[in-house]
């Protein structure tokens, strides 16, 4: 097991990616359901959903630092493993639930079990060979898409069918699978992976945010999860206004949250390809800026139709971020301190998700809930923009900085050649004056 190939180890981190993905939409959309079925006031369930839904972003956000540092000090796969373990007795806790109050306990618990995708992304990052980094991640993305669009299905069916405790509980089984399977996976063997520098959290998010690189990669981490959780709780509503009226609107705002990562799941390995060939700024300027283009577009669909058709050609671009991210944190970490790195930027993107919502309900407020997708669509494209110049930027460095380390060897070779001339002009002076002398003799 120790041997086993790499192309193995990735199919089986895809396969756990997939799973804990579906466990956690299985049941999340269900969320503000469940807590009217667990006797939450109709009159207060505004308040009650974003308490649920908040506390494990707020929670998860703040230890995410810290699960990174861990990752780091005792190793990626016992984190992986306690990430595992909390998801799976939390989960199991939600279908047993009998009061609201229990629920966000719940929730506070998945909160501290954050961390599984931001390990296993540098499980990942780490072990991939250089070559195959940027596939290896939209492979783990595609995963993790894939199973976002499968979970609300299997979460629907099962709530229908037998009760919205049973996609706990299923989701809970899941979980205990996954469990077994991110134990059997051998570590790596790479023993440099655990670092042995005694650092503070407060040192090494200094570390994170006072390098240039990391620092703006942590920074479109949070504006890119702030746009997307800004438009989430405002779909469903927009759909019912496309449609005319709220009937069956779960079914419809199902659909439309499934499409595009249905989409994107077929065109993420493309985007690791591209990523890996091109640059990964240069990527994401095109991710961001197809998503942007569409975004802008939905605010004015007239039907739903055109409005999941719009939806769709958002998630062939929208796809190409994440794996860019990813990719570019890992080539800007050494191996020890990529825990700490995706700690970090699993803060960045929790506090992202925490603050989108009341971005999202602001903007809904001011102006109208569909122009929310055009704000979200411009700062896309203004972010492709920055992205873009940021490439251009690096190229110009590094072909400085090819020029500077050109000049620097033609300077050692001239120096060189200046100092064997003067020696052979030496050597040729001293054997003109031998050469004299014997003549004289």
Known sequence: MQNMSWNLRLGLYSFCIFFTSSSYTMCVPFLPVYLLELGAPEETIELWSALVFSSCFLIAGIMAPIWGKISDVKGKKSMALRSAILLFISYGVGGIVTAPIQLLGMRIIQ?????????????????????????????????????????????GLLAEAFGYRASFLIASAFLAFITVVTYIIPDSGDKSEITQERTTILQDLKTCFTDKVISEILALYFIFH????????????????????????????????????????????????????????????????GAGFFLILQSFAPTYTVLMILAA?????????????????????????????????????????????????????????????????????????????????????????????ADIIAHHNEQD?????????????TFSDKSSKDKHD
Request: glycine content about 10%; hydrophobic content about 50%.
């Open 226 to 289: 702030l746009i997307m959780m800004a438009i989430q709780p405002l779909l469903s509503l927009y759909v019912g206004q496309l449609l005319g009226g709220y009937s069956d609107i779960a079914i419809y705002a199902g659909i439309a949250v499934s499409v595009p990562p249905m989409v994107g799941a077929i065109a993420a390995p493309i985007w690791g390809f591209l990523g890996q060939r091109h640059g990964y700024y240069r990527s994401m300027a095109a991710a961001f800026m």
């Open 417 to 429: 050649s200046i100092e064997q001339n003067a020696s052979m002009a030496q050597h040729d002076a």
């Open 313 to 405: 050609l958002m998630g062939l671009f929208i796809v190409g971020v994440v794996p860019a991210l990813n990719a570019s944190i890992t080539l800007a970490t050494p191996p020890d301190f990529k825990g700490r790195a995706f700690g970090a930027a699993t803060m960045a993107n929790q506090f992202g998700c925490m603050f989108g919502p009341l971005l999202g309900a602001a903007i809904a407020n001011l102006l109208a809930i569909r122009y929310q997708f055009a704000v979200s669509g411009t700062l896309m494209i203004v972010m492709s923009l920055y992205t873009g110049y940021r490439f251009i930027q690096n190229r110009k460095e590094r072909i400085a900085a090819t020029e500077h380390k």
């Open 111 to 155: 909160g501290f079990a954050n961390g599984y995708l931001p390990v296993i992304l540098s499980m990942v990052s780490s072990q991939s060979p250089k070559e195959k980094v940027g596939t290896s991640l939209s492979f783990i993305q595609s995963s993790m898409l894939a199973g976002t669009v499968c979970g609300p299905l299997i979460g």
